[in-house]
């Protein structure tokens, strides 16, 4: 029985894999049609999060040309998210320095476009981050800030999740 279960459990595994792996390929064939500024910024946040944990290099890569294009093209909520998906990149490299930086450049951003739901997000995503640091004081006063906007944007499901991260 126990067999099993560990074949079940390789067989699943195996299967998100490979779905994550689709999903990366189509994205890339997206890229690789005429798309606009926006879209394409997007598509290339979309990509960095199928591949950032078995490709950080090219997520990063991807995250980068995402915020150049999104400069360029003054579309502030994509340079956000590419922002955010690099603070994640560095998240998972064990990089929690430059994770808080990049996800304070995304707050920034964020709070500057008055996208409150992006915001709450954010600040989970600060706790988050800080909670790996070890200063849980600011790890928690972000949680709480995320529940702040949440509660204020009545946001119900977000809220839920910035109870659950305190």
């Known amino acids: 029985?126990?067999?099993?279960?560990?074949?079940?459990?390789?067989?699943?595994?195996?299967?998100?894999?490979?779905?994550?792996?689709?999903?990366?390929?189509?994205?890339?064939?997206?890229?690789?049609q005429k798309l606009s500024d926006t879209a394409r910024v997007m598509r290339m946040v979309d990509l960095a999060w199928e591949i950032n944990e078995t490709a950080t290099d090219e997520a990063e890569r991807q995250l980068q040309a995402a915020i150049t294009l999104a400069q360029k093209s003054g579309f502030i909520k994509g340079e956000a998210a590419a922002w955010n998906g690099m603070g994640i990149v560095e998240e998972v490299r064990g990089n929690t320095a430059k994770a808080l930086e990049h996800h304070h450049k995304a707050l920034e951003l964020r709070l500057k476009i008055g996208d409150m739901h992006s915001v709450a997000i954010q600040y989970s995503n600060l706790g988050n981050a800080y909670e790996s640091a070890g200063p849980f004081e600011q790890a928690l006063a972000a949680h709480r800030s995320g529940v702040n906007v949440a509660e204020s944007s009545r946001d119900p499901i977000r809220l839920a999740r910035s109870h659950r991260n305190m």
């Not at 029985?1 to 064939?29: E, H, P, Y």
């Open 1 to 32: 029985m126990q067999k099993f279960g560990i074949w079940i459990f390789c067989f699943l595994v195996t299967c998100q894999a490979t779905a994550q792996s689709n999903t990366a390929d189509s994205i890339r064939r997206l890229l690789s």
